[in-house]
């Protein structure tokens, strides 16, 4: 018990030291200490209706695509590397597989079969077990496209009968083929070629695959981006009834020769308007059809990204703005896009040497940032959002979570050098208290140093941000902060945390409105420190189990603010 009291009073001596700090932490003042007084002119007022209660986001909604080229080696990374805790930090999510090389460099070659000689990709049973343990060790599904590009209906049969006795309900769907409308353009097929050609090819393999597995279930037609193929997703909806629409969306493109740059992608005339018609356009097909639709392939700019623009910070708030556009048209889910081979391309991870994709170690690339914002509205409800004025640089989501929190993402896509931004935060006044976690980088063009919470996320994938967050100031219903141009935050409010008076002291009597946030902390730290030190109740009353013999080990919850993966 000696060590135990010298552990005790470690602790209380370590709370009372950090007090006198924690009276300054509990108030926001922007990204530095001359924000507040630096922002001119009226503030703009972001106004939530609780009464305007929209859809609730699913919580597999947030995914990755990935080129089944790299199937081989994305099975190896079940047990290398750090792709395991880095997709469990974004919850349950669900991993496409397909890509171009789907059809053009990947065959089925089950147990040892000889690839043909346009393959380049060996899809085997041993690759297919190890995509299996991946999606068991981080809780994903999984959405697997067969080769429609060189016919063969009886080998994708095969191949789906394979993937369902490895990942059984770890496999959401099977799709047949990669961006079909695309085939005449990427030498697969011949002229003519429309969807009254693509449908008996296609239900040749349907037949086959569902004649060897009965029930499974099949996605699609996973089209190209662009608004003339919305008619194939209309066809398919008929035609096959899958349980899944997928369709593909990249923004901009330099497949015609044209350089994307970064004012195309968060400049005010930018790409957000297109964006809101096209996702619109593919919920009303989902809507009239009846069926979910998945963005399955993403991102920013399409024929393998462009750099300067898709590896830089800007590409982080451009993804975290469009996350919140597909939850807000109705999706059911958004699949980034990546080439984890290649770090100056898009996507969300990727090795910066062959040593580190041998290896499985990814890194966080800026776009990563956005899915951890992302991830923590899972299962929120959308609710009515509004700016007064509006602006055309800021855009704002508010979300009920289950909890009775509010959060709300506010992404500021003014220049840099222009005036932080005075936000005014008009909520029920119940919500009187709450923090922010800001998403921050040097500059749009950065490629590295973007922090999220203050803290960037580490070599092993994982992140929690510096503690504590800072709060928003102002009164119950008028929370008030300012927001850098370029950076993003999301306010978290809470009708029963700091300051909002369900906070007693140890006797039970109420706490003035200045000491709750500091008790709040106090408790926080006590909390952290007691973990360290390894200092659990059990420990301290000697409690046992009952008919055991054994001391029972409590286990302090985690802050719901700090995110660890796995």
């Known amino acids: 018990m000696a060590g135990i009291r010298q552990r005790i009073g470690a602790t209380t001596a370590l709370a009372a030291l950090t007090a006198g700090m924690l009276l300054g932490a509990g108030t926001d003042a922007g990204p530095g200490p001359s924000t507040a007084l630096a922002a001119a002119g009226s503030p703009v007022s972001v106004v939530v209706d609780l009464h305007r209660r929209g859809r609730t986001i699913p919580t597999d909604f947030l995914g990755l695509s990935m080129e089944v080229k790299n199937l081989p080696q994305l099975a190896q990374f079940a047990t290398r590397g750090d792709l395991v805790s880095l997709m469990r930090s974004l919850g349950e999510g669900v991993l496409r597989l397909g890509g171009v090389s789907a059809d053009k460099f990947a065959a089925w070659t089950g147990t040892g079969a000889k690839l043909p000689h346009w393959a380049k990709t060996a899809v085997s049973v041993q690759g297919l077990r190890g995509i299996a343990d991946l999606a068991r060790r981080t809780g994903w599904h999984v959405l697997l496209t067969v080769n429609l590009g060189h016919l063969d209906p009886a080998g994708a049969a095969q191949e789906a009968q394979a993937a369902r006795a490895a990942l059984g309900d770890r496999l959401t769907a099977i799709e047949i083929g990669n961006e079909p409308d695309a085939y005449v353009a990427k030498g697969l097929r011949s002229r003519p070629w429309s969807f009254a050609t693509y449908k008996p090819q296609m239900l040749a393999y349907r037949t086959r695959i569902q004649q060897a597995n009965a029930g499974l279930a099949l996605a699609g037609p996973d089209i190209s981006t662009a608004v003339p193929r919305l008619p194939w997703i209309r066809a398919e909806a008929a035609a096959e009834r899958p349980v899944l629409l997928t369709a593909h969306y990249y923004p901009l493109s330099r497949c015609g020769g044209y350089a994307p740059v970064l004012s195309d992608l968060v400049g005010s005339g930018g790409v957000r308007p297109m964006e809101?018609?096209?996702l619109g356009d593919l919920a009303k097909i989902a809507r009239a059809a009846r069926i979910p639709l998945r963005v399955d392939e993403t991102n920013d700019v399409s024929c393998g990204g462009q750099t300067g623009v898709s590896n830089t910070f800007a590409a982080s708030l451009w993804a975290l703005d469009y996350v919140m556009r597909g939850m807000q048209a109705g999706m059911s889910g958004v699949n980034f896009h990546d080439l984890i081979d290649n770090p100056r391309s898009y996507g969300p991870l990727a090795a910066n040497s062959r040593a580190s994709l041998a290896a499985g170690r990814l890194t966080a690339?800026?776009?990563?940032?956005?899915?951890l914002i992302a991830r923590r509205l899972l299962g929120d409800r959308l609710l009515g959002t509004r700016l007064s004025p509006s602006r055309p640089d800021l855009t704002a989501r508010a979300f009920l979570s289950t909890h009775g929190h509010l959060q709300i993402v506010l992404?500021?896509?003014a220049s840099p050098g222009t005036t932080p931004l005075r936000v005014r935060l008009q909520v029920p006044p119940e919500f009187a208290s709450g923090t922010i976690l800001r998403l921050t980088g040097p500059s749009p063009?950065?490629?590295?140093?973007?922090e999220l919470g203050g803290h960037a996320v580490g070599v092993d994938g994982a992140w929690e941000p510096r503690l504590p967050l800072p709060h928003v100031t102002g009164?119950?219903?008028?929370?008030?902060?300012t927001l850098a141009p370029d950076s993003a935050a999301l306010v978290s409010l809470s009708s029963g945390g700091p300051g909002s008076g369900s906070s007693t002291d140890v006797a039970g009597a109420s706490l003035t409105a200045s000491a709750r946030p500091l008790v709040y902390w106090i408790e926080r730290l006590t909390s952290s420190v007691r973990r360290q030190v390894g200092l659990t109740t059990a420990e301290v009353t000697g409690r046992r189990t009952r008919g055991t013999g054994r001391r029972t080990r409590v286990i302090a919850r985690r802050s719901p603010s700090r995110v660890r993966p796995g």
């Open 276 to 278: 809101d018609h096209y």
């Open 411 to 413: 992404v500021n896509f």
């Open 445 to 450: 063009s950065a490629t590295r140093g973007v």
């Open 365 to 371: 690339q800026p776009e990563w940032y956005a899915l």
């Open 475 to 481: 009164s119950p219903g008028a929370q008030a902060l």
